[in-house]
């Protein structure tokens, strides 16, 4: 096997076997209990479940360490060596002459995913031996984690005034762990229930989920897969000969909820408002029998730095149409306040990109 190979399994003992738990009066609060005890208690803090990581990796002749971490959301700059500040304690390993991180405090996230609030964050790794040379802070930087992605296949088909849709979404990543939350301990109606409410939100129509199937909430692999039809009512609007109506998409990727002030005094710091590191969205649209879409939407591609988003309109034929949607977001931006006017603008092209409708006779 592969060192990846390797510590994937180590990683998948531990998350289906150890539960994470941080209670002050069991567990102290600067020095990781024996792997033993872990094992035996089948409980463990951040840094009880990162030592016993790093020491059964070790057995196995991999190089791993523990990696002290003061998360994010406490700033950028937020402490100075020496400190005890530090709030959180992952993994760090080298598998096949590369660097992973790994957060062990999830059972529902895939091996080498990290949660939003890691990526960037301050972080100081511990050293295997004890060394004359000083540690200096990082920030956690993480090319190799697994990244956090949303697919989407919608097939959209018009039915007198309302609309028939079906939705093939695969979740990578954080996003996984999230959909393993969410729907792993439910049956399928309790899904059905959940899943509605939340389908039901993004309309003004009546919503009727007809049924949800799930692949992948078992077990942690890099992602998790869900297909759910549903039907909206009255959906359809009437212009004269034509038929309209509006692509609404699961996915929100740009939003000015946020960013409605014209100026700014301080920078924004971007990823407190995105988790994800990218959006794939294809639309297959078939118009009823004998209808043909007219006068489509114009295609557009916007950027903004390491932003990128494109919306493309192809018609295959006179009644099939495809639109596909796609947003890479560089979430780890710092946007200056001399920036903020071309960033808002960017988003403000997004929301009106969606905002197009669909016509056909």
């Known amino acids: 096997m592969t060192e990846f190979e390797k510590a994937k399994i180590i990683y998948d003992y531990i998350e289906a076997n150890i539960r994470y738990s941080s209670v002050s009066f069991r ?14 208690t089948r409980l463990g803090d951040c840094k009880d479940l990162s030592n016993l990581f790093v020491t059964l990796a070790r057995m196995a002749g991999i190089n791993a360490q523990m990696v002290l971490v003061d998360t994010r959301d406490n700033g950028e700059n937020d402490m100075m060596l020496p400190s005890i500040e530090f709030n959180h304690c992952i993994a760090k390993a ?4 590369k660097s992973y991180f790994v957060e062990l405090t999830d059972n529902d996230l895939p091996f080498t995913s990290l949660p939003n609030i890691l990526n960037g964050a301050l972080a100081l790794e511990i050293p295997i031996k004890p060394s004359a040379e000083k540690e200096e802070l990082i920030h956690l930087k993480t090319p190799n984690r697994k990244k956090d992605i949303i697919k989407r296949i919608i097939d959209i088909k018009p039915e007198d005034e309302d609309l028939n849709i079906s939705v093939s979404s695969v979740m990578y990543g954080i996003f996984s762990s999230e959909t393993r939350q969410d729907y792993r301990n439910s049956d399928n109606k309790k899904q059905m229930q959940d899943l509605e409410k939340t389908v039901a939100g993004k309309y003004k129509n009546n919503v009727a989920l007809e049924k949800v199937a799930f692949k992948g909430l078992d077990k942690l692999d890099d992602s998790v897969t869900y297909n759910y039809t549903y039907k909206v009512k009255n959906e359809i609007a009437e212009i004269g000969s034509l038929n309209t109506f509006k692509i609404v998409y699961p ?26 590191d990218a959006y794939e969205t294809v639309v297959n649209i078939t118009a009823p029998e004998g209808k043909a879409f007219v006068e489509l939407p114009k295609s557009e591609t916007y950027s903004f730095k390491d932003m990128k988003f494109s919306i493309d ?6 009644g099939k149409l495809v639109v596909t949607r796609k947003f890479s ?16 603008a960017f988003f403000e092209k997004i929301v009106k990109a969606e905002q197009k409708f669909i016509a056909y006779k």
């Open 27 to 40: 567990q102290s609060a600067f020095v990781p209990q024996r792997p033993s005890e872990t094992l035996v």
């Open 94 to 97: 080298t598998l096949d002459n």
């Open 251 to 276: 996915d929100i990727v740009a939003t000015l909820d946020n960013f409605s002030a014209d100026k700014r005094d301080f920078p924004v710091e971007y990823w407190n408002y995105e988790t994800a």
């Open 313 to 318: 309109y192809t018609l295959k034929s006179p």
């Open 329 to 344: 977001d560089g979430r780890d931006q710092l946007i200056s306040p001399e920036d903020y006017a071309a960033f808002k």
